[in-house]
């Protein structure tokens, strides 16, 4: 099992965005993603998403707000759960370049044309939607073939 984070930073409209194209043996090569990574010993999904933002961009964010869990069973070999987070705060400067691909700030209202993998697809309205989830995706190879979610109330 893969304990990860994921990350969506928004700012003016425009959410960062990685193409992944420099990493050797990358599973998500020529997708686009948002930030993020595997876990280290010890950390919290908080402590790894600032961490990871900071190493692929630079950039310090505050306030990480987590919308909700990604499970993907067998994916490439592994399951993964995945910590999702959008970060509208942050300091310091946009690194130059990434050690996992080209950055670039993307209107939102462009996200969905990249290439993506499909189920980001599905839960990207989820996040500007305010949504809370669990959500499963199975994917055999590079082909989705199917999802369940479930969404769950704020307590107040």
């Known amino acids: 099992m893969i304990l ?15 193409h992944r194209n420099k990493k050797p043996n990358d599973i998500h090569e020529g997708k686009w ?8 010993a010890g950390e919290t999904p908080e402590e790894c998403i600032k961490r990871e933002v900071e190493e692929e961009a630079g950039l310090l964010i505050q306030n990480p707000l987590l919308h909700g869990l990604l499970m ?25 370049s990434s050690p996992e691909g080209r950055l670039e700030w993307i ?9 993506l993998w499909e189920s980001d697809h599905i839960f990207l309205p989820w996040l500007t939607a305010g949504k809370f989830f669990s959500a499963k995706f199975e994917y055999d190879g590079d ?14």
């Open 4 to 18: 990860a984070t994921l990350c969506y930073v928004k700012h003016n409209g425009k959410t960062l965005m990685v």
């Open 33 to 40: 993603n948002g930030l993020g990574g595997k876990f280290e």
């Open 72 to 96: 993907f069973p067998n994916f490439k070999g592994n399951d993964w759960y995945v910590f999702v987070f959008t970060a509208h705060k942050f300091d310091s400067k946009l690194l130059e």
């Open 143 to 156: 082909v989705m073939q199917g999802y369940d979610v479930t969404f769950h109330e704020h307590l107040k």
């Open 107 to 115: 209107n939102d209202d462009k996200l969905t044309s990249l290439n």
